[in-house]
């Protein structure tokens, strides 16, 4: 199941275009190259950066993944992780990032 944090990180993408994103995963239909931030897969990690489509593999419908920011290529999908990871830790001291987030979704 996807889960889509209410204040989406965005860069530059605008919020009808997140809406036409959202709409396409929940149809599960391939749209144009975008890159999610999501809750890494690994708990180890902090982050994860993927490509939307993967949303459609068959593993990913069996997963809970819960996207934090959509960002319009991979480049800017990456600055936009260490940008969170830098906000939560200004802010809280620690790289607990699902900690800070849970209320979000």
């Not at 396409?24 to 749209?31: D, L």
């Not at 069996?62 to 939560?88: D, E, F, P, W």
Request: proline share 1%; aromatic share 14%; with cysteine.
């Amino acid at each position: 199941m996807v889960q889509w944090y209410t204040d989406l990180f965005l860069d530059g993408i605008t919020k009808h275009t997140v809406e036409h994103i959202r709409d396409r995963v929940g149809k599960r239909r391939i749209q144009y190259p975008v890159f999610a931030v999501t809750y890494a897969s690994n708990e180890k990690n902090l982050l994860d950066v993927i490509n939307i489509n993967e949303l459609l593999l068959e593993y990913y419908q069996k997963c809970n993944i819960y996207i934090l920011g959509v960002a319009s290529s991979r480049q800017q999908a990456k600055i936009m992780a260490a940008a969170i990871v830098s906000k939560v830790f200004e802010e809280t001291n620690s790289f607990e990032i699902r900690e800070y987030f849970e209320n979000g979704f």
